[in-house]
């Protein structure tokens, strides 16, 4: 009960933090207040807080600096996508399902625009995560998505894309076992794919193996709540 009492009072701080950027009384480049400041502020403990933030570093909304401060990054302002993330960090559902309805209409474009190069770089990942399966591999699990992602070369998708991605080490923590020969299987899957331009198949291995992903994480998650 207490994890979930300081779960609901870091998401109402992070919630006030971000509505502080969206009504312009926290601009891009600005400085938080001292954490003893804000625990005033918003009467809450210094664990609280310390959550709250960890949430808005996570999603790049904001730097901590030693020795120097906590700002407000100045890419909050180009990309509100991050802003409108932030405010559901706690909700994983939600992320996984935005994750796959993105990545599964990227996949398709994808299909009909990667190139060779990219390509080559999809099988180093695959390659990647050969040689570190009984380690952890989540950088190259992480740079095969973000690759598909940017092969379908929209701007407009991008950030929502990298936000999610952002998302991708939260998400990661709540895995309870691996099974990195099962990983291997579909990215190569999907790899084979898009190497034949078959956007069909693209999505329908896209599918297959996010589905597995969010049925992971949401067990994980369920056994935490």
Known sequence: MESVRRNSLSQQVLDNIVSLLINGDL??????????TLMKQFDVSRPVLREALSSLETMDIITRKPREGTFINNKVGADPFQAMLAISINNIPAIIEARMALETGLIT???????????EKLKETIHGIQENKDRDYGGYDKEFHRIIAFCANNPIVEGMISSLLLTHEKTNRLILFREPEITIEHHQAIYEALEKRDPIESFNQM???????????????????
């Open 109 to 119: 474009l994808a299909a009909e625009k990667i190139t060779e190069l990219q390509l």
């Open 207 to 225: 599918y297959k193996h996010l589905t597995y992903v969010r049925d992971k994480i949401l067990s994980g998650y369920e056994k935490q709540h």
């Open 27 to 36: 601009k891009p480049g600005d400085k938080l207040e001292s954490e003893l």
